[in-house]
């Protein structure tokens, strides 16, 4: 070990002589000139030319709250934040921070005495961090479990914390997904950005292998909290910044991927609260996101940081929502309280403007055959959202179902799916909405807190109500995601969707529908006085409640006539949201980072190893049947059987094989009663009707897939697409199966304390 240190020091040396002696050194050396002031370590960079909606796949990442002040090793109670004197010595007063030996060398990072840091820089090189770190050292190696016990802030971070997500954690996160997630041509080409030829066979590369990303929705909180206001209080020009590293490590590790960011309440300063814009908040958000703004959109983010965007041109669009208007706790708006005819724009509430922009929005796609994603921040739950919001927004999607295909959220740190409900749904029942379940706060700072209890019973009962298969009125219902964080308020997760390519089965409203929704809509009057009254005639208890419940709720009348106008609807079973056709949500993966380890890992690991910054995420569990998660092996093996055949991948097999491998399991294998064990592609194409299959077997086999026990719990929701009816069955199952439920909430929190 000695020897190669020597020999180390002495290349390092021989380098600084060198003009180009920032290209030899390792990576955390040379990093430090970045522009970036949050960059660690390089980043892909070949730019993507890939067709719209070529890969049936996107991503969805929320809530990063990267924290530049994040310090390893320090308490995890001080929200893994040290003195600001230490953090001075350490970031040197500008950002990216040093490594902890180089800043505990006096002069180790001035140019004028390069061949100290040279000699550090080696043995960070070839040492293992635990020997070195001041985070490692011998009164901090053992975790402290005791009562008077401190525990220490890891490299990626402090699962169940209060802590933000350390830069590291963000950056890795991110190339784990463009490393396994991305072309392995281009996870490992750096060079090829500027060569035409080699772009083409990237790109050729990526038809062929079918890794990449449509596009990718970011829902919002790209800065930190403020959890630890008396030393590090948040500040706008923080919070900007914060934003635009995020954004520049999602574009350069995803070059060319269609990106869609919204705001999110700690994207804003103070948290929470947002003004009508044109603002100096607006203007320097739609800076940071210009890439991400259509031109023609820039006038509506400036007034209110929402906009939409097509992500493939003329077949499907999203519109991203600025859900701090529609947020209860946003107390500088009005809750979108409804406004007299012809009022002036400024005269009227900033949350009702963009509900009625949204509808517009939603029309005009509809009008031209297109089909439409909603995202944000804050999910629009009754516990969520001021009263009115919740209403008018769940109103729209629902008339709206044949033109919307899937909602996306963040905020909550949990993952859940809600079932929206239209009140006429529930007119003919005597269904039972009491939203009084007690609510139990858990998290370790006001800023982290979840509302355990209440949210898991809420859905619960939610789904405990919905009316059965045969009673339910589809046209009434639609479903929506709230994602888990990378932040590591439990464990950091990324999850993947597909959707349906299949442009054969593209849904299209008939031209008069289509016309007739635009003319309803340019002569709507929902702003009359009858709807004025009606607002008038809420229950006072409605109007805000603290701690409301995240139940399902419809409005409650005095015994006064309503006097609603019914707004057009417009439903299909035939459209994506209804059935599995093009542009159709198939379902997704969702990947999980044991944070431990992979701080266990790093510490064990030498710096050139740290370097890299690879960590591993595993898979949780996917929504896919067993037959379409584990297909990559069917493909295999069916050979020729499957040639010129479509088929739908949801994860690329390489990380199968990493997931099989670790838990120490063979793939999964179909056996026929009565005989030894057949593969799996053999039988799968006896179970296909003889239309589909060239050699006619026979249909009725009873060849029965078997899984191993280790791996069943990775498909216990098995659905065919993430439809209406499909997402409705999965709720009833839910609520009626104790063991799923327990398996339910047990991933609605990764199964770390807090969680119910």
């Given at each position: 070990m000695?020897?190669?240190?020597l020999?180390?020091?002495?290349?390092?040396v021989?380098?600084s002589?060198?003009?180009?002696v920032?290209?030899?050194l390792?990576?955390?050396?040379?990093?430090?000139?970045s522009s970036s002031?949050f960059?660690?370590?390089s980043?892909r960079?070949?730019?993507?030319?890939?067709?719209?909606?070529?890969?049936?796949?996107f991503?969805?990442i929320t809530?990063?709250?990267p924290?530049?002040?994040y310090?390893?090793?320090?308490?995890?109670?001080?929200?893994?934040?040290?003195?600001?004197?230490?953090?001075?010595k350490?970031?040197?007063?500008?950002?990216?921070?040093?490594?902890?030996?180089?800043?505990?060398?006096?002069?180790?990072s001035s140019?004028s005495n390069?061949?100290p840091a040279?000699?550090v820089q080696?043995?960070?090189h070839?040492?293992?961090t635990r020997l070195?770190?001041?985070?490692?050292s011998?009164k901090k190696?053992?975790?402290?479990k005791?009562k008077?016990g401190?525990k220490?802030?890891?490299?990626?971070?402090a699962?169940g914390?209060?802590?933000d997500?350390p830069?590291?954690?963000?950056?890795a996160?991110l190339q784990?997904?463009?490393?396994?997630w991305l072309?392995?041509?281009?996870s490992t080409?750096?060079?090829?950005q500027?060569?035409?030829g080699?772009?083409?066979?990237?790109?050729?590369?990526?038809?062929e292998d079918g890794l990449?990303f449509?596009f990718?929705?970011?829902?919002g909180d790209?800065?930190r909290?403020?959890v630890d206001?008396s030393?590090?209080p948040?500040t706008?020009p923080?919070?900007?910044?914060?934003?635009?590293?995020?954004?520049?490590?999602i574009?350069s590790?995803?070059?060319?991927v269609?990106?869609?960011?919204c705001?999110?309440?700690n994207?804003?300063?103070p948290?929470?609260?947002m003004w009508?814009?044109?603002?100096?908040?607006?203007r320097e958000l739609s800076?940071?996101?210009a890439?991400?703004?259509?031109?023609?959109?820039q006038?509506n983010?400036q007034?209110?940081?929402?906009?939409?965007k097509?992500v493939?041109?003329?077949?499907?669009?999203?519109?991203?929502?600025?859900t701090i208007y529609?947020y209860d706790?946003n107390?500088v708006v009005d809750?979108?309280?409804?406004?007299?005819?012809?009022?002036?724009e400024k005269?009227?509430?900033?949350g009702t403007?963009?509900l009625?922009?949204?509808?517009?929005q939603l029309?005009?796609f509809?009008?031209?055959?297109m089909?439409?994603?909603?995202?944000?921040?804050?999910?629009p739950?009754a516990g969520?959202?001021f009263?009115l919001?919740?209403?008018?927004?769940t109103?729209i999607?629902?008339?709206?179902?044949?033109?919307?295909?899937?909602q996306?959220?963040?905020?909550?740190?949990?993952?859940?799916?809600?079932?929206?409900?239209d009140?006429e749904?529930?007119?003919?029942?005597?269904?039972?909405?009491?939203a009084?379940a007690?609510t139990?706060?858990?998290?370790?700072?006001?800023?982290?807190k979840?509302h355990v209890?209440?949210?898991?019973?809420?859905?619960?009962?939610d789904?405990?109500?919905?009316?059965g298969r045969?009673r339910?009125n589809?046209d009434?219902?639609h479903?929506?995601?709230?994602a888990p964080?990378?932040v590591?308020?439990?464990?950091?997760?990324?999850?993947v969707?597909?959707?349906n390519t299949t442009?054969?089965a593209?849904?299209?409203?008939?031209q008069?529908q289509a016309?007739?929704s635009y003319?309803a809509?340019i002569?709507?009057?929902?702003?009359?006085?009858?709807?004025?009254e009606?607002?008038?005639n809420?229950v006072e208890d409605?109007?805000?409640?603290k701690?409301?419940?995240h139940r399902r709720?419809?409005?409650?009348?005095?015994?006064?006539?309503?006097?609603?106008?019914?707004?057009?609807?417009?439903a299909?079973?035939?459209?994506p949201?209804?059935?599995?056709?093009?542009?159709?949500?198939?379902?997704?993966?969702?990947w999980?980072?044991?944070?431990?380890?992979?701080?266990?890992?790093?510490?064990?690991a030498?710096?050139a190893?740290?370097?890299k910054?690879?960590?591993?995420f595993?898979?949780?569990?996917a929504?896919y049947e067993p037959e379409?998660?584990?297909?990559p092996y069917?493909s295999?093996m069916?050979n020729k059987?499957r040639e010129?055949r479509?088929s739908?991948?949801?994860v690329?097999?390489?990380?199968?094989?990493r997931?099989l491998?670790?838990?120490?399991?063979?793939?999964?294998?179909?056996?026929?009663?009565?005989?030894s064990p057949?593969?799996l592609a053999?039988?799968l194409?006896?179970l296909?009707?003889?239309s589909d299959?060239?050699?006619g077997?026979?249909?009725?086999s009873?060849?029965?897939?078997?899984?191993?026990k280790?791996?069943k719990?990775m498909?216990?929701?098995s659905m065919?697409?993430?439809t209406?009816?499909?997402?409705m069955?999965?709720?009833?199952r839910l609520a009626?199966?104790?063991?799923?439920w327990?398996r339910?909430?047990?991933?609605?929190?990764?199964g770390l304390?807090?969680g119910k």
């Amino acid at each position: 070990m000695r020897g190669a240190l020597l020999t180390a020091v002495t290349v390092l040396v021989a380098a600084s002589a060198s003009p180009s002696v920032g290209s030899s050194l390792p990576a955390s050396a040379s990093s430090s000139s970045s522009s970036s002031p949050f960059r660690e370590g390089s980043t892909r960079a070949v730019s993507s030319s890939a067709r719209p909606g070529q890969y049936g796949k996107f991503l969805h990442i929320t809530d990063l709250h990267p924290d530049a002040h994040y310090f390893e090793g320090a308490k995890i109670s001080h929200s893994c934040h040290v003195s600001r004197k230490k953090d001075k010595k350490r970031h040197g007063g500008k950002f990216p921070p040093k490594s902890s030996l180089s800043s505990a060398l006096p002069g180790a990072s001035s140019v004028s005495n390069l061949v100290p840091a040279l000699i550090v820089q080696a043995v960070e090189h070839w040492l293992p961090t635990r020997l070195w770190s001041p985070a490692f050292s011998s009164k901090k190696k053992k975790k402290h479990k005791g009562k008077h016990g401190k525990k220490r802030a890891g490299h990626f971070g402090a699962p169940g914390s209060a802590c933000d997500s350390p830069p590291a954690l963000v950056s890795a996160s991110l190339q784990w997904v463009a490393d396994n997630w991305l072309s392995q041509s281009r996870s490992t080409s750096r060079s090829t950005q500027d060569i035409p030829g080699q772009q083409h066979q990237l790109l050729l590369q990526d038809e062929e292998d079918g890794l990449g990303f449509d596009f990718i929705l970011v829902t919002g909180d790209l800065a930190r909290h403020d959890v630890d206001a008396s030393h590090y209080p948040r500040t706008l020009p923080e919070i900007y910044e914060s934003n635009r590293w995020a954004m520049d490590q999602i574009e350069s590790h995803f070059p060319g991927v269609p990106i869609v960011p919204c705001v999110g309440n700690n994207d804003i300063f103070p948290h929470n609260l947002m003004w009508p814009g044109p603002s100096p908040i607006t203007r320097e958000l739609s800076n940071i996101w210009a890439k991400h703004i259509p031109e023609f959109e820039q006038h509506n983010f400036q007034r209110g940081a929402y906009f939409a965007k097509e992500v493939i041109p003329n077949e499907l669009a999203v519109l991203s929502l600025n859900t701090i208007y529609m947020y209860d706790s946003n107390k500088v708006v009005d809750g979108c309280v409804k406004s007299k005819k012809g009022s002036a724009e400024k005269d009227r509430d900033v949350g009702t403007v963009m509900l009625d922009w949204m509808e517009v929005q939603l029309s005009l796609f509809r009008s031209r055959s297109m089909q439409v994603h909603i995202m944000g921040h804050v999910p629009p739950t009754a516990g969520n959202y001021f009263p009115l919001c919740y209403e008018r927004y769940t109103d729209i999607v629902l008339r709206y179902q044949d033109t919307v295909v899937g909602q996306h959220f963040g905020h909550m740190n949990v993952d859940a799916f809600f079932v929206q409900e239209d009140e006429e749904a529930v007119s003919s029942f005597n269904v039972t909405t009491d939203a009084s379940a007690e609510t139990q706060v858990v998290g370790t700072s006001k800023h982290h807190k979840v509302h355990v209890t209440s949210l898991a019973d809420d859905l619960q009962a939610d789904y405990a109500t919905l009316p059965g298969r045969n009673r339910a009125n589809l046209d009434y219902y639609h479903a929506y995601f709230a994602a888990p964080s990378i932040v590591p308020t439990f464990l950091p997760t990324i999850r993947v969707f597909t959707y349906n390519t299949t442009k054969d089965a593209k849904y299209t409203p008939s031209q008069a529908q289509a016309d007739l929704s635009y003319r309803a809509l340019i002569n709507d009057t929902d702003t009359d006085e009858d709807d004025d009254e009606e607002d008038e005639n809420l229950v006072e208890d409605d109007i805000r409640t603290k701690g409301r419940s995240h139940r399902r709720r419809h409005r409650k009348h005095k015994k006064k006539k309503h006097h609603k106008k019914k707004l057009p609807r417009y439903a299909s079973p035939d459209s994506p949201a209804r059935t599995n056709t093009y542009l159709s949500m198939l379902g997704y993966s969702q990947w999980v980072l044991d944070l431990d380890r992979a701080n266990e890992e790093w510490a064990n690991a030498t710096a050139a190893e740290n370097r890299k910054g690879k960590i591993e995420f595993a898979l949780e569990y996917a929504t896919y049947e067993p037959e379409t998660l584990w297909s990559p092996y069917l493909s295999e093996m069916e050979n020729k059987d499957r040639e010129g055949r479509g088929s739908h991948t949801p994860v690329p097999k390489h990380l199968l094989d990493r997931q099989l491998s670790r838990i120490g399991v063979e793939p999964p294998r179909y056996f026929q009663q009565g005989s030894s064990p057949r593969p799996l592609a053999k039988s799968l194409s006896r179970l296909r009707p003889a239309s589909d299959n060239a050699a006619g077997p026979d249909v009725h086999s009873s060849a029965k897939l078997r899984l191993p026990k280790a791996i069943k719990h990775m498909t216990d929701y098995s659905m065919e697409s993430l439809t209406v009816e499909p997402m409705m069955e999965l709720a009833r199952r839910l609520a009626s199966d104790k063991k799923l439920w327990k398996r339910f909430t047990g991933r609605m929190y990764q199964g770390l304390p807090g969680g119910k």
